[in-house]
Each structure stands twice: as C-alpha cells, then as structure tokens.
C-alpha cells in the first residue's frame, strides 16, 4: 500500500480534528480512576492504559471503539492474548515464511502451537466485518478524514487490489498494534517516573496548574502541546522507554554510503545494497550524547533543544512513524488530564485531593526494559506499574 495514501490521515492538521474524540476517552479514563479511589482497587496501568489508546486508535481507524475504557477488566484477555504475539515475534521477524505457515493451521493446531495466534484470528476477522461494513455503507460524502478506513477506501490513488478486504486487514493489523501497544507503555512508564520522583512532578504541576486554573476542566490540545516541560518530560519517556526496540534496518540500493569516524579519524564504506540497521534503545543510552542515561532527567531537554537529533524513537527521514503525531498528542494530553488532577499521595495529602500512589513496583523488575521483543519488555510475570487511587 503507498505510504501516500495514509500520510494525511496522520498529519497534525488531520489528529487535532480528533479532540473531541480523545477528551471524550480522557475524560472516562478520570472517571475510573475516581471509581478505583472509592474501592481502593490496584489498577494495573498497562491494562488502563491500553484501553485508552485502543479505544483511540480502533475509532479513527474505523469510526467505532471498542469502548475498553468502560469495560471492568480493560478489556484483559483480549490485551494479555494479544501481548504473547511478543513472546515468539523475535522468531518471526527472522523467519519470514513461518509466520503464514502457522496462519494456515486450524485453530485446534494453532492454539495447541502459539496460543495467541487464535486471539489475533479473531481480531482479524473483527478488523475485517468492519472493514466490509464501511464498503456497504461507503457514501463519497462522509468527510473521510475523520474514519482512515473510510478514506481508503474511496482513494482514487489504491488499487481495487489494495482495497480488497484481506489487504486492509493486513493494514488494520500494523494501524492498531502500532497505535495501541506502543504508546500505553510510554505512558505506563512516564506515569511511574513522575511518581517516582516527586520534585519532577511537582515542576510538571505548576507548569499545568498554571495554564489549566481549574483541574475539573479538560484542557485543549493547543494549551498542553506547547508546554516546555511536559514536552521535555514526553521526550525523556520516548529516550529512556522507546515504543518499539527493534533495529530499524535501511538500505542504499544505487549508491556506497561513507561513514566516518571522527573519534579514530578514520572513514568507512558501506557497499550500495548493505543493510544497516541501529536501535534506539542503545542510541539514546549513550552517554556522550545523555550524560547519565539512566536517570530520568526531562531538565536535559530544555538545557539542549539540539538534543532531538539523538531521538530515534519515531525513526527519521521518509520511514519516520506515520502515528508520530497522535502519540504525541494522546501523551501530551492523558498526561496533563491526569496530573493536573491527581498529586503524589505521601501520607500528607489525605482530604485535600485525589492522589496516586505506586503499589508494588519495582523499576528494574517492572519498568525497565529486560528483553527486547520488538517492544522493550520487563521480567517475565511482571504485572508493570500498578497503583491505587488515594482520595
């Protein structure tokens, strides 16, 4: 499918028009955290989190959530069926023809072989009966911009073949996997860093309790996406927890690409056709670029603006991510609604104001990343960040 044809549904003109749709999420997603302040339940924030952006991503992709958010388990099975797809991706990735092989089994088979295979079976035939249900109901005068499967469909630039069923299933595969996983696990793990360290949250706070007076109200994307320090702190989440680990491979196919060494003053030719490939994750743990790399510091940010060169989380160039934009903006603004309203319980707080506090998680058992499984991945059996919501 031409990058072309999905390019506008993900530029910042075309996500500001989903404002209305994710302050809607937001604003239930407070309510939950409300309800569990009242039963004192443990919130497994991985779980939260991905209703929030899967309920997102499911209704611009098809102009239907899956309304997680609402649902008392978040939706888990679903999620945790869908997360063992990681347990053998690494194989996968390297076995190209294994993956449509196993796809040809029954699901007796399939079950019995990698179980999560039959969840991501009846995902697709979901993606699919929507997809089909848009091609009845195509009309050229929807505005296509606010249902990217609706807009697929009436391209002029696609082929019939690129808009058959099966090949927008493939599409609706790599749209919501992209748009959910990735993005719930940076805001897990920013959400443990600001409770992890208070005098951060504290700055966080007055830059939010300035520009937003009144935490009963929502804010707008134009007042939280230009804040310096939610900004720095978004950016010092994406250094230290990337939403995908993998190596970003390249290819020079027609011309030798020169590198050089400035350090050994040396330089080195990489043939035309060479694949060459780099993580983020090693790259923005290095520390002549992040001086202590280990330590959640947004201040870096502000200090060295310059600093967003080393930032590969998105990728660069043509292939940078095409859901750039909306994680920034779901980030910028699930961030803000939360901690505008919410502080750090520590004991003090009690009857002045809903607070949250970090239940049972280790960082290096539940945070930082163990394994590398196309996402960055915590110890086997870890739950993530879990916390209650004190009132």
């Given at each position: 499918m031409r990058r072309a044809s999905l390019n506008s549904y993900f530029s910042k003109a075309s996500i500001k028009r989903l404002e209305p749709m994710i302050k809607d999420i937001t604003s239930k997603l407070l309510k939950r955290l409300d309800s569990a302040s009242t039963s004192r339940e443990v919130l497994t924030m991985r779980m939260v989190y991905k209703a929030v952006t899967s309920d997102v991503i499911n209704s611009y992709a098809f102009g239907k959530s899956k309304h997680e958010i609402d649902m008392?388990?978040?939706?888990?099975?679903?999620?945790?069926?869908?997360?063992?797809?990681?347990?053998?991706?690494?194989?996968?990735?390297?076995?190209?023809?294994?993956?449509?092989?196993?796809?040809?089994?029954?699901?007796?088979?399939?079950?019995?072989?990698?179980?999560?295979?039959?969840?991501?079976?009846?995902?697709?035939?979901?993606?699919?009966?929507?997809?089909?249900?848009?091609?009845?109901?195509?009309d050229e005068k929807i505005d296509t911009e606010d249902n990217v499967f609706q807009g697929l469909l009436n391209s002029s630039i696609l082929s019939d073949a690129d808009k058959s069923?099966?090949?927008?299933?493939?599409?609706?595969?790599?749209?919501?996997?992209?748009?959910?996983?990735?993005?719930?696990t940076t805001l897990m793990v920013l959400?443990?860093?600001?409770?992890?360290?208070?005098p951060i949250l504290r700055k966080l706070k007055a830059e939010l309790e300035a520009e937003i007076p009144d935490a009963s109200v929502l804010?707008?994307?134009?007042?939280?996406?230009?804040?310096?320090?939610?900004?720095?702190?978004?950016?010092?989440?994406?250094?230290?927890?990337?939403?995908a680990s993998t190596r970003q491979q390249r290819i020079a196919p027609d011309e030798d690409l020169v590198y050089t060494d400035r350090a050994r003053a040396k330089k080195w030719i990489i043939p035309a056709g060479t694949p060459v490939s780099m993580t983020p994750t090693l790259l923005q743990?290095?520390?002549?670029?992040?001086?202590?790399?280990?330590?959640?510091?947004?201040?870096?940010?502000?200090?060295?603006?310059?600093?967003?060169?080393?930032?590969?989380?998105?990728?660069?160039?043509?292939?940078?991510?095409?859901?750039?934009?909306?994680?920034?903006?779901?980030?910028?603004?699930?961030?803000?609604?939360?901690?505008?309203?919410?502080?750090l319980y520590d004991g003090a707080v009690e009857g002045k104001g809903p607070a949250l506090q970090l239940y049972e998680t280790v960082r290096e058992r539940d945070i930082d990343m163990v394994a590398e499984l196309a996402v960055p991945s915590p110890e086997v059996g870890s739950e993530g960040l879990r916390i209650q919501v004190m009132g």
């Open positions: 008392p388990d978040f939706n888990a099975p679903y999620q945790l069926g869908m997360e063992k797809l990681n347990d053998v991706i690494y194989v996968l990735m390297q076995l190209g023809w294994l993956f449509p092989l196993l796809d040809m089994l029954p699901d007796s088979l399939a079950s019995w072989t990698v179980p999560s295979l039959v969840v991501h079976r009846k995902a697709k035939k979901e993606w699919a009966v929507q997809i089909d249900n848009i091609r009845e109901t195509q069923t099966e090949r927008l299933t493939v599409e609706a595969f790599v749209l919501v996997g992209a748009g959910l996983e990735t993005t719930a959400t443990y860093h600001l409770l992890a360290n208070p804010p707008t994307f134009k007042q939280v996406e230009s804040l310096p320090y939610l900004t720095a702190v978004v950016q010092e989440g994406l250094r230290m927890h990337s939403g743990y290095l520390p002549e670029y992040f001086p202590d790399p280990n330590t959640f510091r947004p201040e870096r940010w502000i200090e060295n603006p310059r600093l967003d060169r080393y930032l590969l989380t998105f990728s660069k160039g043509s292939r940078i991510c095409l859901g750039m934009n909306l994680a920034y903006q779901e980030m910028y603004f699930v961030l803000a609604a939360v901690f505008r309203k919410y502080d």
